[in-house]
């Protein structure tokens, strides 16, 4: 049975795994102001990767793929 329709009217019936094996490892913030300093960017994205690092550290795993984000205005 297609679930799909469903889940987007919210009803949802299947039970919550809340200690299923994790699928990712992230992290993303946004800004008060929009950045348009090229060394400002990289200097805040140095942070987000510092960040997923520990991440990944914390629970004894690699990653296989990065995906990075962004808007452009």
């Not at 200690?19 to 805040?44: P, Y």
């Not at 994205?45 to 296989?64: K, S, W």
């Amino acid at each position: 049975m297609n679930t799909k329709p469903k889940i987007a009217r919210a009803e949802d019936d299947r039970s919550v795994e809340p200690n299923r094996v994790r699928k990712s490892i992230g992290a993303e913030t946004s800004f008060a102001k929009d950045l348009s300093n090229r060394d400002e960017m990289l200097q805040e994205l140095e942070q987000i990767a510092q960040i997923v690092e520990q991440r990944l550290e914390e629970h004894e795993t690699q990653g296989r793929t990065l995906t990075l984000s962004s808007q452009v205005i």
